[in-house]
């Protein structure tokens, strides 16, 4: 498992993310790219795949039509989906992909893919806790 974790780290951080949290034992790093609006996304080694996951926020008290919104931007994006913990008391941004055969460009494109989202819904999103 080290080796896959090995891997990832190389390709973060050819790609010039910051690594801010390692844990070897359970093979996941937090990386930050904060020019991008990426802030403590957690990427976890589980072979077969990779998960990225980034808390995107607590769902707020009167969530609206928040659901439906997240829904209709997991349409639009290229990587990934907005999803709900098992709780349902929190948002994220996940995706996965296939460890074996990871390739720099195929984390490069879903990390751009959360950053991509932030950038076209992050001031949308985030008038769900300005209300």
Request: charged share 25%; aromatic share 6%; net charge negative.
């Amino acid at each position: 498992m080290s080796e896959h974790l090995d891997t990832v780290k190389g390709h973060l951080l050819d790609l010039g993310l910051t690594i801010v949290t390692e844990n070897e034992a359970d093979a996941l790093v937090v990386v930050d790219d904060e020019d991008n609006g990426i802030k403590q996304l957690v990427i976890d080694c589980e072979p077969p795949i990779v998960i990225l996951e980034q808390l995107i926020g607590e769902v707020p008290s009167e969530p609206g039509d928040l659901f439906t919104r997240l829904l209709q931007m997991n349409n639009t994006l290229v990587h990934g989906a907005f999803v709900l913990d098992e709780t349902a008391g929190r948002i994220f941004y996940r995706d996965t992909l296939q460890l074996a055969n990871l390739d720099l460009n195929e984390l490069e494109g879903s990390i751009r893919a959360l950053s991509l989202a932030l950038a076209e819904y992050g001031a949308e999103l985030i008038t769900y806790w300005k209300k």
